[in-house]
């Protein structure tokens, strides 16, 4: 293990040196490219008025996602009553779905373990 410590080293040093190279670059290519999505000026006001903005756009929109849930938990409920109809492409999808959420669950499982695999830090 030790012996992988100075090679680590020098990996990191190479990804520093490129970033160090490259960043100023990108950064500059990634404020041009997306210029009209930019405030002028950028005063602490305009950013309060953008977050609330933000906040009061997503709370608006609370209603059309409830609507699209109750629409969502319907073609559930219909495919469920109709099982006899489900194609194997839409019970492929459903495990997938399943398999994704359980992903997300371990992975939360770890992250709130404080990213150990094993268990809790006692």
Known sequence: MASKI??????????????????????????EQNKHYIQDPPTIEKCQSLAKQ?????????????NSLWKELEYAKKLVKNRQD???????????FGLECFAWFCGGEIVGRGFTITGYYV
């Open 54 to 66: 933000l906040f009061y756009t997503r709370l608006a929109s609370i209603p059309h996602r409830y």
């Open 86 to 96: 489900l194609n194997i492409e839409n019970a492929s999808f459903g495990a997938l």
């Open 6 to 31: 100075p090679q680590l080293q020098s990996k990191v040093s190479q990804v520093s040196q490129v970033a160090a190279n490259r960043g100023g670059s990108y950064y500059k290519l990634l404020m």
